[in-house]
Protein backbone atom coordinates (compact mmCIF):
# COMPACT_ATOMS: atom_id res chain seq x y z
CA UNK A 1 0.00 0.00 0.00
CA UNK A 2 2.93 2.50 0.50
CA UNK A 3 4.44 1.46 -2.65
CA UNK A 4 1.23 2.25 -4.25
CA UNK A 5 0.65 5.67 -2.87
CA UNK A 6 3.54 7.06 -3.29
CA UNK A 7 3.65 6.19 -7.14
CA UNK A 8 0.37 7.61 -7.06
CA UNK A 9 1.73 11.08 -5.34
CA UNK A 10 4.74 10.90 -8.13
CA UNK A 11 2.37 10.40 -10.95
CA UNK A 12 0.20 14.11 -9.65
CA UNK A 13 3.25 15.46 -9.13
CA UNK A 14 4.83 14.83 -12.82
CA UNK A 15 1.33 15.63 -14.26
CA UNK A 16 1.07 18.89 -12.76
CA UNK A 17 4.83 19.77 -13.23
CA UNK A 18 4.15 18.78 -17.29
CA UNK A 19 0.82 20.85 -16.89
CA UNK A 20 2.09 23.97 -15.76
CA UNK A 21 4.90 24.02 -17.78
CA UNK A 22 3.12 23.78 -21.08
CA UNK A 23 2.10 27.43 -21.26
CA UNK A 24 5.42 28.53 -20.27
CA UNK A 25 7.28 26.47 -23.37
CA UNK A 26 4.19 28.39 -25.74
CA UNK A 27 4.77 31.66 -23.97
CA UNK A 28 8.28 31.14 -24.74
CA UNK A 29 8.17 29.92 -28.27
CA UNK A 30 5.73 32.94 -28.82
CA UNK A 31 8.33 35.23 -27.51
CA UNK A 32 10.83 34.16 -29.86
CA UNK A 33 9.02 34.76 -32.99
CA UNK A 34 10.00 37.71 -34.89
CA UNK A 35 7.13 40.48 -34.77
CA UNK A 36 6.76 42.50 -38.15
CA UNK A 37 7.49 46.14 -37.03
CA UNK A 38 5.49 48.68 -39.52
CA UNK A 39 7.17 50.43 -42.10
CA UNK A 40 7.27 54.31 -40.65
CA UNK A 41 6.82 57.43 -43.15
CA UNK A 42 10.41 58.49 -42.70
CA UNK A 43 11.55 55.35 -44.25
CA UNK A 44 8.89 55.69 -47.15
CA UNK A 45 10.09 59.28 -47.71
CA UNK A 46 13.53 58.03 -47.70
CA UNK A 47 12.71 55.54 -50.12
CA UNK A 48 11.22 57.87 -52.52
CA UNK A 49 13.85 60.05 -52.04
CA UNK A 50 16.63 57.15 -52.95
CA UNK A 51 14.41 56.17 -56.44
CA UNK A 52 14.53 59.98 -57.58
CA UNK A 53 17.95 60.57 -56.52
CA UNK A 54 18.85 57.07 -58.65
CA UNK A 55 16.61 58.09 -61.57
CA UNK A 56 18.70 62.08 -62.10
CA UNK A 57 21.96 59.73 -61.88
CA UNK A 58 20.71 57.31 -64.70
CA UNK A 59 19.35 60.67 -66.64
CA UNK A 60 22.92 62.08 -66.11
CA UNK A 61 24.94 58.74 -67.12
CA UNK A 62 24.86 59.46 -70.80
CA UNK A 63 25.13 62.89 -72.95
CA UNK A 64 22.20 62.88 -74.41
CA UNK A 65 19.54 62.07 -71.95
CA UNK A 66 21.81 64.52 -69.72
CA UNK A 67 21.48 67.16 -72.21
CA UNK A 68 17.77 66.54 -72.65
CA UNK A 69 17.01 66.68 -68.79
CA UNK A 70 18.65 70.10 -68.14
CA UNK A 71 17.14 71.42 -71.40
CA UNK A 72 13.54 71.10 -69.42
CA UNK A 73 14.33 71.83 -65.84
CA UNK A 74 15.88 74.94 -67.74
CA UNK A 75 12.67 75.81 -69.29
CA UNK A 76 10.46 74.45 -65.91
CA UNK A 77 12.28 76.61 -63.89
CA UNK A 78 11.78 79.41 -66.99
CA UNK A 79 8.26 78.81 -66.35
CA UNK A 80 7.87 78.57 -62.64
CA UNK A 81 9.56 82.11 -62.54
CA UNK A 82 8.66 83.70 -65.56
CA UNK A 83 7.35 86.90 -63.93
CA UNK A 84 10.32 87.36 -62.18
CA UNK A 85 12.58 86.84 -65.33
CA UNK A 86 10.53 89.24 -67.43
CA UNK A 87 11.88 92.89 -67.98
CA UNK A 88 8.84 93.62 -69.53
CA UNK A 89 4.67 93.39 -69.27
CA UNK A 90 3.95 90.90 -71.76
CA UNK A 91 1.33 92.85 -73.89
CA UNK A 92 3.20 95.79 -72.83
CA UNK A 93 3.90 98.16 -76.16
CA UNK A 94 6.94 100.31 -76.47
CA UNK A 95 6.36 102.37 -79.73
CA UNK A 96 9.82 104.11 -79.77
CA UNK A 97 11.25 100.48 -80.34
CA UNK A 98 8.83 99.14 -82.97
CA UNK A 99 10.81 96.75 -84.69
CA UNK A 100 14.19 96.74 -82.96
CA UNK A 101 16.92 93.98 -83.12
CA UNK A 102 18.31 91.66 -80.49
CA UNK A 103 20.30 93.96 -78.28
CA UNK A 104 20.96 94.74 -74.20
CA UNK A 105 17.89 96.65 -73.54
CA UNK A 106 15.87 94.09 -75.55
CA UNK A 107 17.67 90.51 -75.62
CA UNK A 108 15.06 88.82 -78.60
CA UNK A 109 14.05 92.52 -80.02
CA UNK A 110 11.07 93.59 -80.53
CA UNK A 111 8.32 92.48 -82.63
CA UNK A 112 6.05 94.73 -85.16
CA UNK A 113 3.60 95.87 -82.41
CA UNK A 114 7.18 96.89 -80.31
CA UNK A 115 6.54 94.12 -77.58
CA UNK A 116 9.25 92.52 -76.19
CA UNK A 117 10.19 89.04 -77.74
CA UNK A 118 11.73 87.78 -74.69
CA UNK A 119 9.09 88.73 -72.40
CA UNK A 120 6.72 86.95 -74.25
CA UNK A 121 8.58 83.66 -74.81
CA UNK A 122 9.38 83.80 -71.06
CA UNK A 123 5.74 83.96 -70.07
CA UNK A 124 4.66 81.88 -72.95
CA UNK A 125 6.87 79.17 -71.54
CA UNK A 126 4.68 78.81 -68.20
CA UNK A 127 1.35 78.57 -70.39
CA UNK A 128 2.27 76.15 -72.92
CA UNK A 129 3.88 73.87 -70.26
CA UNK A 130 1.36 74.07 -68.29
CA UNK A 131 -1.31 73.54 -70.68
CA UNK A 132 0.16 70.58 -72.06
CA UNK A 133 0.98 69.11 -68.83
CA UNK A 134 -2.13 69.03 -67.40
CA UNK A 135 -3.76 67.82 -70.38
CA UNK A 136 -1.06 64.94 -70.82
CA UNK A 137 -1.71 64.46 -66.69
CA UNK A 138 -5.69 63.95 -67.17
CA UNK A 139 -4.94 61.91 -70.19
CA UNK A 140 -2.74 59.66 -68.52
CA UNK A 141 -5.31 59.26 -65.32
CA UNK A 142 -7.76 58.34 -67.95
CA UNK A 143 -6.40 56.08 -70.18
CA UNK A 144 -4.74 54.23 -67.12
CA UNK A 145 -8.56 53.64 -65.85
CA UNK A 146 -9.88 52.43 -69.00
CA UNK A 147 -6.58 50.28 -70.05
CA UNK A 148 -6.83 48.35 -66.50
CA UNK A 149 -10.47 47.53 -66.86
CA UNK A 150 -10.54 46.89 -70.63
CA UNK A 151 -7.46 44.62 -70.00
CA UNK A 152 -8.88 43.02 -66.81
CA UNK A 153 -12.56 42.77 -67.72
CA UNK A 154 -11.90 41.39 -70.90
CA UNK A 155 -15.14 39.97 -72.85
CA UNK A 156 -17.83 42.59 -74.50
CA UNK A 157 -16.09 45.83 -72.73
CA UNK A 158 -12.88 45.52 -73.55
CA UNK A 159 -13.88 44.60 -77.72
CA UNK A 160 -16.37 47.43 -77.62
CA UNK A 161 -14.04 50.03 -75.65
CA UNK A 162 -11.36 48.51 -78.07
CA UNK A 163 -12.69 49.71 -81.03
CA UNK A 164 -14.24 53.33 -80.00
CA UNK A 165 -10.35 53.81 -79.34
CA UNK A 166 -9.70 52.31 -82.88
CA UNK A 167 -11.79 54.84 -84.49
CA UNK A 168 -10.23 57.52 -82.79
CA UNK A 169 -7.05 56.26 -84.01
CA UNK A 170 -7.64 56.44 -87.11
CA UNK A 171 -7.85 60.14 -87.49
CA UNK A 172 -4.40 61.64 -87.31
CA UNK A 173 -3.66 63.82 -84.16
CA UNK A 174 -3.74 67.21 -85.88
CA UNK A 175 -6.87 66.67 -87.85
CA UNK A 176 -8.62 65.13 -84.66
CA UNK A 177 -8.03 68.07 -82.90
CA UNK A 178 -9.63 70.35 -85.10
CA UNK A 179 -12.89 68.31 -85.69
CA UNK A 180 -12.93 68.70 -81.86
CA UNK A 181 -12.13 72.77 -82.22
CA UNK A 182 -14.70 73.08 -84.79
CA UNK A 183 -17.25 71.78 -82.19
CA UNK A 184 -15.98 73.12 -78.94
CA UNK A 185 -14.38 76.38 -80.48
CA UNK A 186 -10.87 77.76 -80.07
CA UNK A 187 -10.20 78.66 -75.94
CA UNK A 188 -7.58 77.48 -73.68
CA UNK A 189 -10.06 75.05 -71.70
CA UNK A 190 -11.26 73.70 -75.57
CA UNK A 191 -7.35 72.67 -76.16
CA UNK A 192 -7.56 71.23 -72.53
CA UNK A 193 -10.27 68.56 -73.46
CA UNK A 194 -8.76 67.81 -76.99
CA UNK A 195 -5.63 66.63 -75.55
CA UNK A 196 -7.26 64.18 -73.23
CA UNK A 197 -9.07 62.99 -76.28
CA UNK A 198 -6.51 62.77 -78.68
CA UNK A 199 -4.07 60.62 -75.92
CA UNK A 200 -6.28 58.76 -74.04
CA UNK A 201 -6.75 56.07 -76.24
CA UNK A 202 -2.78 55.81 -76.71
CA UNK A 203 -1.99 55.56 -73.33
CA UNK A 204 -5.18 53.04 -72.51
CA UNK A 205 -3.71 50.83 -75.23
CA UNK A 206 -0.35 50.80 -73.72
CA UNK A 207 -1.66 49.98 -70.23
CA UNK A 208 -4.05 47.66 -71.77
CA UNK A 209 -1.09 45.15 -73.19
CA UNK A 210 1.05 45.15 -69.90
CA UNK A 211 -2.50 43.93 -68.37
CA UNK A 212 -3.29 41.46 -70.27
CA UNK A 213 0.16 39.88 -69.75
CA UNK A 214 0.56 40.74 -65.94
CA UNK A 215 -3.54 38.93 -64.89
CA UNK A 216 -2.52 35.31 -65.48
CA UNK A 217 0.56 35.53 -63.23
CA UNK A 218 0.53 33.95 -59.88
CA UNK A 219 0.34 36.99 -57.46
CA UNK A 220 -3.15 38.04 -59.36
CA UNK A 221 -4.60 34.81 -58.96
CA UNK A 222 -3.74 34.63 -55.39
CA UNK A 223 -5.51 37.61 -54.82
CA UNK A 224 -8.55 36.91 -56.16
CA UNK A 225 -8.68 33.42 -54.27
CA UNK A 226 -8.14 35.29 -51.20
CA UNK A 227 -11.38 37.63 -52.15
CA UNK A 228 -9.76 40.51 -53.08
CA UNK A 229 -12.26 43.00 -54.53
CA UNK A 230 -11.28 44.20 -57.84
CA UNK A 231 -9.82 48.06 -57.31
CA UNK A 232 -7.45 46.15 -54.63
CA UNK A 233 -6.42 43.94 -57.84
CA UNK A 234 -6.23 46.46 -60.25
CA UNK A 235 -4.78 49.71 -57.75
CA UNK A 236 -2.32 47.04 -56.04
CA UNK A 237 -1.59 44.55 -57.65
CA UNK A 238 -1.84 45.29 -61.50
CA UNK A 239 -1.54 49.14 -61.83
CA UNK A 240 2.42 49.21 -60.03
CA UNK A 241 3.41 46.76 -62.92
CA UNK A 242 2.40 48.90 -65.66
CA UNK A 243 4.76 52.19 -64.01
CA UNK A 244 7.69 51.73 -66.40
CA UNK A 245 5.63 51.66 -69.41
CA UNK A 246 3.67 54.32 -67.94
CA UNK A 247 6.33 56.56 -67.10
CA UNK A 248 8.06 56.57 -70.38
CA UNK A 249 4.70 56.87 -72.35
CA UNK A 250 3.49 60.05 -70.02
CA UNK A 251 6.72 61.63 -71.24
CA UNK A 252 6.45 60.77 -74.74
CA UNK A 253 3.04 62.17 -74.75
CA UNK A 254 3.63 65.27 -73.03
CA UNK A 255 6.22 66.30 -75.94
CA UNK A 256 3.96 65.59 -78.50
CA UNK A 257 0.85 67.92 -76.42
CA UNK A 258 3.84 70.70 -76.31
CA UNK A 259 3.83 70.31 -80.44
CA UNK A 260 0.40 70.05 -80.45
CA UNK A 261 -0.64 73.18 -78.72
CA UNK A 262 1.65 75.23 -80.49
CA UNK A 263 0.81 73.83 -84.01
CA UNK A 264 -2.50 74.43 -83.14
CA UNK A 265 -2.03 78.16 -82.11
CA UNK A 266 -0.19 78.38 -85.21
CA UNK A 267 -3.31 77.59 -86.93
CA UNK A 268 -5.50 80.29 -85.32
CA UNK A 269 -7.95 77.52 -83.72
CA UNK A 270 -5.88 76.83 -80.19
CA UNK A 271 -4.67 79.90 -77.61
CA UNK A 272 -5.78 83.47 -78.45
CA UNK A 273 -4.60 86.70 -78.88
CA UNK A 274 -3.29 88.37 -77.32
CA UNK A 275 -1.75 85.09 -75.15
CA UNK A 276 1.91 84.78 -75.66
CA UNK A 277 1.39 81.55 -77.23
CA UNK A 278 4.54 80.19 -78.92
CA UNK A 279 2.86 78.82 -81.96
CA UNK A 280 0.64 82.22 -82.22
CA UNK A 281 3.97 84.20 -81.91
CA UNK A 282 5.07 82.41 -84.75
CA UNK A 283 2.34 83.36 -86.91
CA UNK A 284 1.81 86.79 -85.89
CA UNK A 285 5.65 86.97 -86.89
CA UNK A 286 5.46 85.23 -90.41
CA UNK A 287 4.01 88.11 -92.20
CA UNK A 288 6.73 90.09 -91.36
CA UNK A 289 9.66 87.72 -91.44
CA UNK A 290 11.75 89.39 -93.98
CA UNK A 291 11.78 92.43 -91.57
CA UNK A 292 11.78 91.13 -88.12
CA UNK A 293 12.99 87.26 -88.27
CA UNK A 294 13.96 87.23 -84.62
CA UNK A 295 10.30 87.61 -83.54
CA UNK A 296 9.59 84.33 -85.47
CA UNK A 297 12.65 82.36 -85.33
CA UNK A 298 13.10 83.03 -81.08
CA UNK A 299 9.38 80.94 -80.14
CA UNK A 300 9.96 78.51 -83.16
CA UNK A 301 13.26 77.64 -81.02
CA UNK A 302 11.87 77.17 -77.93
CA UNK A 303 9.41 75.15 -79.32
CA UNK A 304 12.21 73.17 -81.50
CA UNK A 305 14.50 73.24 -77.77
CA UNK A 306 11.78 71.95 -75.84
CA UNK A 307 10.34 68.84 -77.82
CA UNK A 308 13.72 67.88 -78.57
CA UNK A 309 14.92 67.93 -74.49
CA UNK A 310 11.59 66.66 -73.16
CA UNK A 311 12.68 63.32 -76.12
CA UNK A 312 15.58 63.01 -74.81
CA UNK A 313 15.21 62.69 -71.52
CA UNK A 314 12.21 60.62 -72.28
CA UNK A 315 14.82 57.71 -73.82
CA UNK A 316 17.16 57.87 -70.35
CA UNK A 317 13.57 57.54 -68.12
CA UNK A 318 13.63 54.24 -70.66
CA UNK A 319 17.50 53.34 -70.45
CA UNK A 320 16.94 53.77 -66.48
CA UNK A 321 13.93 51.80 -66.32
CA UNK A 322 14.90 48.72 -68.37
CA UNK A 323 18.37 48.86 -65.97
CA UNK A 324 16.35 48.92 -62.69
CA UNK A 325 13.73 46.11 -63.86
Same mark, same amino acid.
Given at each position: ???????????????????????????????????????????????????????????????????????????????????????????????????????????????????????????????????????? %? =? +????????? $? @?? &??? !?????????????? %? =? +????????? $? @?? &??? !?????????????????????????????????????????????????????????????????????????????????????????????????????????????????????????????????????????????
Amino acid at each position: MTWYRNAGTRFLLNSRVSISSEPLSSNSQSSKEPQREPISTSSQAANRTNRIISLFRGLYAKPSSAIGTTIFLIFLAVALFGPLIAPYGVNEQIVADVRQPPSLQHWFGTDNLGRDVFTRVVIGARDILALAGLGT %L =L +AVVCGTAFG $L @LS &GYM !GAWFDEGLMRLFDS %L =L +AMPALLLSL $L @LL &GIL !GPSRSSVLIVIVIVYTPIVARVVRSVVLSVKTRGFVEASRLQGESMPYILFREILPSTLPALTVESALRFSYAIFLVASLGFLGVGVQPPNPDWGLMVKEARIHVFQIPWAMYFPAGAIALVVIGVNLMTDGIKRVWQKSG
